[in-house]
């Protein structure tokens, strides 16, 4: 699989890094958020839990109070990584400029 390159953000080896939304910070998200960033990409970061978010900004990610704002942030084509509970998940709704279906489809 090709790795999608975005204008503008380097890498630590020349190579072009993404933005990467992290949704949900806690033993894996908040353990992958670092690494990412230290690759040279450039992380967007959300959980319902203010520290864990103030942690990773301390680190050097941006971060979001919401879902809303998450979505708002970061530059299209969007790519988010969502590491929560399965019941969790059902319950959000993260907001598109495009109403694209959350099921999995790449239909606009």
């Avoid at 509970?85 to 790449?106: F, K, Y």
């Amino acid at each position: 699989m090709a790795a999608i390159r975005y204008a503008g953000l380097e890498d630590h080896c020349g190579e072009h890094a993404m933005q990467i939304a992290m949704v949900g910070l806690g033993r894996m998200g908040a353990n992958m958020a670092p690494r990412l960033m230290k690759g040279g990409h450039d992380c967007v970061v959300y959980d319902r839990d203010p520290q864990a978010v103030a942690r990773l900004v301390a680190e050097g990610a941006t971060g979001a109070s919401s879902l809303a704002e998450l979505a708002a942030t970061f530059k299209p084509p969007r790519a988010a990584w969502i590491t929560t509970a399965d019941q969790c998940v059902s319950a959000w709704s993260i907001p598109t400029t495009r109403n694209a279906p959350c099921s999995g489809s790449s239909t606009p």
